[in-house]
């Protein structure tokens, strides 16, 4: 939850960081590209060498270099400072969720794995429920910079926690895991796994691209104040507390791709309802953007649970730090063409939205023939 915060306060906080540090509208996409291209880098490293150690070893070196990062984000008094931070905080709190995710893939056994990766992400909606509505809450009534303050003081503990309650799973030594552990894909076994990373990019960067800009749009658009934003975050993270959990036993029910083609149908409308939204009342606002998270968002969990079924189980936690890797680009990468496509104008509204809907539905839909694709070649193989 808390390196989820991290990320997630950057967004609402944007008309608040355009003020303080003097930033373009533009300058909102390059944040999120240094914080998710740095977490790839990160991951590919962290990917190589995943084997050699124990996952609490690992989670707690990570989780320090997040909290230096958050300290650095507090003392930032510029934008250039401030590049400066989120690229550590994406090398350490980018990778956090590869690491979980790859953590889940190896010890849950199949039939539980999309359930297990719900409950788990999870933590997206109390982040959303608890962790941005107080840090925008904090940061209104004192600076931009007191949310991250807040977040700072709450990782202290839970490295303790993780030192004192998490095991020592080492990936080499589980059943789960063949001998050698889970070693990062060789080039001839990256092409196999292409459609998998290429599936990721879709569902990622037709998320983020409206994502990264929903706070400005929403209060330059649609009229909800800075004040009013937190109620959107509170109820689509209240929502998600519901709705994920759900959602992952689902799939492991009635199958990965038939839940999925289920999610990415039932985010069109809402991305095309969010995108060409004008003004409205302060209820519908906040029922349409939580439906738009929620089911934007909700995508993710039979997406990683059929991703987790492609990759031999040898390859399999080298192959979720990788799709980490992918998923912080793809990221970056859908923030950082909305800024170029979007423009800002003097009454604070944002043009070019609708466009962007658009291409992030065709984005979407493109990702139904990856995802029918690989579970047919899937069933072929079992």
């Given amino acids: 939850?808390?390196?989820?915060?991290?990320?997630?306060?950057?967004?609402?906080?944007?008309?608040?960081?355009?003020?303080?540090?003097?930033?373009p509208l533009a300058a909102l996409g390059e944040l999120v590209f240094a914080y998710t291209a740095s977490a790839g880098i990160a991951g590919l490293a962290l990917g190589a060498t995943i084997h050699r150690f124990s996952r609490r070893k690992l989670l707690l070196i990570v989780y320090a270099g997040f909290a230096l990062s958050l300290l650095l984000t507090v003392l930032a008094g510029s934008f250039a400072w401030l590049v400066a931070a989120r690229v550590l905080a994406g090398a350490c709190g980018g990778v956090l969720s590869s690491l979980v995710q790859a953590t889940v893939a190896d010890f849950v056994p199949l039939e539980r794995r999309a359930a297990a990766l719900g409950t788990v992400m999870t933590g997206h909606a109390l982040a959303s429920v608890i962790g941005v509505p107080l840090g925008l809450a904090v940061a209104s009534a004192l600076d931009w910079r007191a949310g991250f303050a807040l977040l700072l003081l709450l990782v202290w503990p839970l490295m303790l926690g993780i030192r004192r309650h998490v095991p020592c799973l080492d990936s080499h030594r589980h059943p789960a895991v063949p001998a050698g552990g889970a070693?990062?894909?060789?080039?001839?076994?990256?092409?196999?796994?292409?459609?998998?990373?290429?599936?990721?990019?879709?569902?990622?960067?037709?998320?983020?691209?409206?994502g990264a800009y929903f706070a400005p749009?929403?209060?330059?658009?649609?009229?909800?104040?800075?004040?009013?934003?937190?109620?959107?975050?509170?109820?689509?993270?209240?929502?998600?507390?519901?709705?994920?959990?759900r959602i992952g036993r689902l799939a492991d029910r009635h199958g990965r791709f038939r839940v999925f083609l289920c999610a990415v149908l039932a985010s069109v409308p809402t991305i095309a309802l969010a995108s060409r939204s004008?003004?409205?009342?302060?209820?519908?606002?906040?029922?349409?953007?939580a439906a738009f998270f929620v089911?934007?968002?909700?995508?993710?969990?039979?997406?990683?649970?059929?991703?987790?079924?492609?990759?031999p189980p040898g390859l399999r936690g080298g192959f979720m730090m990788l799709n980490g890797v992918v998923t912080q680009l793809s990221m970056g990468a859908g923030a950082l063409f909305a800024g170029w496509l979007i423009v800002f104008d003097e009454s604070g509204r944002i043009s070019g939205f609708a466009r962007l809907g658009e291409i992030s539905i065709v984005v979407s839909l493109s990702a139904v023939g990856i995802a029918w694709w690989l579970h047919r070649r899937i069933a072929a193989r079992c």
Wanted: no cysteine.
């Fill in 278 to 289: 004008g003004p409205l009342a302060l209820w519908l606002a906040v029922v349409l953007g």
């Fill in 183 to 210: 070693r990062m894909p060789g080039m001839r076994e990256l092409a196999d796994l292409a459609p998998a990373f290429l599936l990721t990019f879709a569902i990622s960067a037709s998320a983020y691209a409206l």
């Fill in 1 to 23: 939850m808390t390196h989820l915060v991290d990320f997630m306060l950057f967004m609402p906080l944007g008309p608040q960081l355009l003020r303080a540090l003097g930033m």
């Fill in 295 to 311: 089911t934007v968002y909700g995508r993710w969990i039979p997406t990683l649970a059929l991703l987790s079924e492609w990759p």
């Fill in 217 to 245: 749009y929403w209060v330059g658009n649609v009229g909800i104040s800075e004040g009013q934003l937190p109620l959107v975050f509170l109820a689509s993270g209240a929502l998600s507390l519901y709705t994920s959990p």
